[in-house]
């Protein structure tokens, strides 16, 4: 049994446990029964996040503390997270490996290095300069960023479209479409070159090389035993030429190389006195420059337009608990995570309404549901900080706490009200509102009918003091294309600014 227990069967048996770990804590909140808050593990193992964020709000996260072990994991034992742990790159091995069957001399030339892996240290480089400037766009490449954001919005909605027991509502989203059709290219791309968003674009895999290269242990290679007959080159995972001067920046630790080699050439660990010397990061400096000129020159043409920072948006209502839109905006890496948890599908990603920065931000749409009164799930699965724990008691504003939090106000179009436009009696928005006393109130008055009749008819005003925005009367209003009543962020309790100027 244990001739069997070699480097590269432990890889795959971490592998598959790490990928199913990853699959269970997404997927533990479908059911929308959870007992406590589950933490988003793989997002906090995530380095790359950990360095943005705290370029962008010099502050560390809690939770982000947990990157730590994956840095000095990377310092001893090499670039493992990619193959060992990253569900994004177990997935994207699998793929390739059981939908490329090739001839052996074409696995030769596909895993050989090539000059275009270069790309993602430049990616690097525009991240961390957009994160030095203030503006967080991590996520928008961060592989756990990536496949959570994917799991979240585009894959397990797609599986429960076919199942009508899970969800008396089926979940759907809003332009959830190009989030499906980008994790669609990332694993198609793998039939043309294996892995290649991690050789070539993953700028988390960048940052991992750059650790990589320092670490003490590595695989060698024996000048002595090696016969140059490339078998290494089968299988391996990062295109890092093992058959020559082994580039230790791209190599995964798959361990593939040490198992096809027919000599025993190489080995992982120390390097002994035969053993060749490592080709250092192949990277351009001029262009690695450029790049970097590149993102401080594009930070001013991002906040020289209308975002949801620079002058508030009436769309843009964020969930409970955000911080301010400009400290929100530094923080928000885009995973997924909160808008995952919702229960009621109110969350959605964004588009365009927050502006370029804000893209797959989480805002409210009312029209798709609402923010339970009493839920504070979101706040309690963001990794970064950028919605803050809520208690329920803090939220409705039970004492202790005076004031509950507000996330905008909601607005009669008396033109759409049925019992303003049309004398039709309705009472819904009153019934559902939440608050307590209601936010919503009645006048009776008596109307005089086009046949002459009069009616006693119940009008219905709002109370902006007592409206919290949670948006369950526009979900509710039988008016469905266009409610008569609307929730816009205005009132928001996180921003002095965006408030009505003149009050009573």
Known sequence: MFKYLTLRNIRRIYSVFFFSLFILLVSITDFRNMKGYEIPLFIELDPLIAVSTLLTSWTLYKGMALSLFTIIGTFFFGRFFCSWVCPLGILNQWTSHFFNKRRLSDDFKVNAYRSSYRLKYYILAVLLVLALFGTLQTGLFDPIAIITRSAAIALYPALNYWNDGLYLNKPVFHGGIFIALLFLAIIFANRFLTRFWCRTLCPLGALLGILSAMSVLKIWRDVDKCTDCQKCLQYCQGGCDPHSNLMASECHVCMNCIEQCPEGALHYGLPKAVSSIHTPIDVNRRRLIESAVA?????????????????????????????????????????????????????????????????????????????????????????????????????IGKPPFQKPVRIGTAFYDRGRCLPWAMNIECIVCEEVCPTSPKAIWFQTVEIKQRDGKKKLLKQPYLDTDLCIGCGICENKCPVRDQPAIRVTSIGETRSRNNQMILGD
């Open 295 to 395: 993102g401080a020159f594009l930070f001013p043409m991002m906040r020289s337009v209308v975002t949801s920072q620079t002058i508030p948006q009436h769309s843009v209502i964020r969930p409970p608990g955000s911080i301010p839109e400009e400290d929100f905006l530094r923080r928000c890496i885009k995973c997924g995570e909160c808008i995952r948890v919702c229960p009621t599908n109110v969350l959605q990603p964004a588009i365009l309404e927050a502006g370029l920065e804000g893209i797959w931000t989480p805002i409210l749409i009312n029209k798709i549901g609402y923010c339970e009164h009493n839920c504070v799930l979101c706040s309690h699965v963001c990794p970064t900080g950028a919605i803050v724990p809520l208690t329920v008691e803090k939220k």
